[in-house]
């Protein structure tokens, strides 16, 4: 095919494009430092969200949508964080800001990036119902939930920035009934997870999220972090929910990582319902993303 012909050429484009990575909204860097700190206050986050009147609507549409459910309309920034948390807002700002460094106008990729994120939001649910089950702590489920959120960064720079050649890496992935990250290797020289833990420590993102993001199709062969397990498995239930065109051929769960969850055949079915119930709550918010 004329993928594996351009090969050299391509994987040199894949190098350029991350050594030019784009940058995060300089508020949400802000954000990012700021909630990493123990001594940051509600007013001093406040204070850099209204800055930037753009993210601003984004978030409180997104706070607002179906998915969250919340009972009555948030007006405003200190609403949001009384309501959510701040780690939880933290989260939303993360991914707003990610969303618009990896924007597109072209409208074809624009609805293949709805695609993807309705697929995030189905792990970020699922990541944060198993951490629930596993009786972790409140900042950890928000974690957890965010790492299922940006689990796949590196597929969103790809899908965005090399749209038709991914397409091609990903129906070659389903076509051979080959592991994505295995192609991806092959074809670009680089992971979708490797890129994403790259674009992880150029935003700054706390370092466990970006082992959440680095090891979330394979488990390290020591075991890994009850948030990296969370996340893994989120990441094979999403990809169960959604199609090859937009994860290709997904691994199974790894033996550490089930045997770590112990649940029944029945709390997995269960995990999985309430995980595809929450994708459908997903695509009403994705419309104001």
């Given amino acids: 095919m004329a993928l594996r012909a351009e090969n050299l050429l391509l994987r040199r484009y894949v190098e350029k494009a991350m050594v030019d990575l784009p940058a995060l909204p300089t508020v949400v860097m802000q954000v990012v430092q700021a909630t990493e700190s123990d001594i940051s206050t509600t007013s001093e986050i406040e204070g850099m969200l209204v800055a930037d009147a753009a993210i601003t609507t984004k978030l409180l549409k997104v706070v607002n949508s179906a998915y969250f459910g919340l009972p009555r309309q948030i007006v405003n920034v200190n609403q949001t964080i009384a309501i959510l948390g701040m780690h939880q807002v933290r989260n939303l700002v993360m991914s707003i800001g990610v969303l618009n460094a990896l924007s597109s106008p072209s409208p074809r990729i624009v609805e293949v990036q709805k695609a993807f994120w309705q697929q995030s939001f189905a792990a970020a649910t699922c990541a944060e119902s198993i951490a629930k089950s596993k009786g972790m702590s409140k900042k950890d489920v928000e974690l957890v939930f965010i790492g299922g959120l940006l689990h796949d960064v590196g597929r969103l720079f790809l899908f965005t920035l090399f749209n038709l050649p991914y397409q091609e890496v990903l129906k070659e992935s389903a076509l ?112 104001v993303m």
């Avoid at 009934?177 to 890129?195: K, M």
């Avoid at 199709?217 to 065109?245: E, F």
């Avoid at 937009?246 to 089930?258: F, H, M, Q, R, S």
Wanted: a negative charge; one cysteine or more; aromatic letters at 6%.
């Fill in 176 to 287: 051979r009934n080959e592991p994505l990250e295995s192609v991806e290797e092959r074809i670009l020289g680089v992971t979708h997870a490797q890129l994403g833990g790259i674009l992880g420590e150029k935003w700054n993102f706390p370092e466990e999220l970006i082992l959440m993001i680095q090891n979330h199709d394979k488990i390290p062969v020591g075991g890994a972090t009850d948030h990296v397990y969370c996340t893994h498995i989120a990441d094979v239930v999403a990809n169960q929910l959604s199609t090859p065109d937009i994860v290709g051929t997904a691994n199974d769960i790894d033996p550490k990582a089930k045997l770590w969850l112990g649940y029944s055949d029945e709390q997995w079915q269960e995990l999985k319902a309430k995980t595809a119930d929450q994708v459908e709550l997903a695509k009403e918010m994705l419309g």
